[in-house]
């Protein structure tokens, strides 16, 4: 079982930047990669951006060149640096991890923070 612990949501105005975090309460980092996907209301969920053990990244469209997704093993935490906010980025944010030992990928999920973009 892997408890994931997320924050740093909010509300912002067009243009601003959140960072948000996800810690896991245990040390996953050698095996499981991470990531955060949104779900805004009445649209399918979006997966945002991940980070593998290695530290390889990948994004989706919407937000390349505006979020860095990154991790920290010592703290068993990842991070989503959100820059030039824009209100399509208003969702629900979730991190998750999986181990990439498991053949059938499970996720494990965090609770999920809303970030807000509106002037």
């Known amino acids: 079982q892997v408890e994931l612990v997320e924050s740093g949501g909010g509300s912002v105005q067009p243009g601003g930047s959140l960072r948000l975090s996800c810690t896991a309460l245990r040390s996953i980092f050698s095996w499981y990669v991470m990531g955060w996907y949104r779900q805004a209301p009445g649209q399918a969920r979006e997966e945002v951006a991940t980070?593998?053990?290695?530290?390889?990244?990948t994004y989706a469209d919407s937000v390349k060149g505006r979020f860095t997704i990154s991790r920290d093993h010592a703290k068993n935490t990842v991070y989503l640096q959100m820059n030039s906010l824009q209100p399509d980025d208003t969702a629900v944010y979730y991190c998750?991890?999986?181990?990439?030992?498991?053949?059938?990928?499970?996720?494990?999920w965090g609770q999920g923070t809303q970030v807000t973009v509106s002037s």
């Open positions: 980070v593998t053990p290695g530290a390889s990244t």
């Open positions: 998750y991890a999986y181990d990439i030992r498991v053949a059938d990928r499970y996720n494990y």
